[in-house]
């Protein structure tokens, strides 16, 4: 989609072409990207959760990396970050202004990238099940503006889906796609997978020991997770690659936050 490349003609056209200046926003979004998935995850699941998960998207190499790079990549980190705070304050408050940054946000996931497009949409369409019968019919009005407001990238969106992927040089995925980009994610660092896995058994004891319905999210938090996963693993294999550790960046949030859920009620120190 043409939204980032027109955000860097505009911002290179009025501060230069210096690598600081084409950075910084990039940088600055993904860094304010953690303050509003902070707030999800506290909200969702607990504050130990919210921690562990927000810690990691610090400092991981994958989150790190990709907010250095001046493509879509963090931008698209910080407008699904939005989306996902937005509509969780609605479900809550049910105030229009929150509905209404939400649809500022989905429209800009939606000509950021296409991955974020597709999670944006995921994210709409499941939170609708919670709402209460009186927040749908706004709920329904704002998904019709977003629609709308996305309606001048159609074409551009229907003739890049006619090119299929990235087929002539990127191979689709294999078997061992899955433990590659798991051990990525930890440096394949032996200490790091440690730590993150004791982290993790932590958590299932704490759950056993202190039983947690979760309410919905138990299947928001996967779904979110996992959805663009399969949908891109799926259409890699089957029709034309286009799956990569980078279009993962949007949804990888709610993996933390999903394996690490049994934390909520870690200690902060």
């Not at 296409?114 to 949409?121: K, M, T, Y």
């Not at 709409?124 to 749908?136: E, G, I, M, N």
Request: hydrophobic share 55%; proline share 7%.
């Amino acid at each position: 989609p043409p939204g980032v490349q027109v955000f860097e003609w505009a911002w290179t056209g009025l501060f230069g072409t210096s690598e600081a200046v084409v950075k910084l926003p990039f940088i600055l979004l993904a860094v304010m990207a953690l303050f509003p998935l902070y707030r999800f995850a506290l909200a969702w699941t607990g504050a130990g959760t919210a921690l562990v998960g927000t810690a990691l998207l610090a400092c991981l190499q994958y989150t790190v990396l990709y907010a250095q790079l001046a493509r879509p990549y963090a931008i698209g980190f910080f407008t699904v970050a939005v989306l996902s705070d937005q509509l969780t304050r609605y479900l809550a408050f049910g105030k229009r202004n929150h509905l209404a940054w939400a649809v500022v946000a989905m429209v800009a996931c939606g000509y950021v990238h296409h991955f974020a497009l597709l999670l944006g949409g995921v994210m709409v369409a499941s939170l609708f099940f919670l709402l209460k019968p009186t927040q749908r019919k706004p709920y329904l009005f704002a998904c019709a503006v977003m629609v709308l407001a996305y309606g001048p990238n159609l074409p551009i969106f229907m003739r890049q889906l006619g090119h299929g992927g990235l087929g002539n040089w990127l191979p689709p995925p294999e078997p061992a796609w899955i433990g590659t980009y798991l051990t990525w994610i930890l440096h394949f660092s032996t200490p790091l997978m440690v730590l993150v896995g004791g982290l993790i058994g932590y958590g299932i004891l704490q759950s056993i020991r202190r039983p947690w319905s979760g309410g919905p999210a138990r299947w928001i938090l996967p779904l979110w997770a996992l959805a663009p996963f399969v949908i891109g693993y799926a259409y890699s294999v089957w029709r034309s690659p286009v799956l990569q550790y980078s279009v993962l960046l949007f949804s990888f949030p709610f993996l933390l936050y999903w394996v690490f859920g049994g934390s909520r009620t870690m200690g902060r120190n």
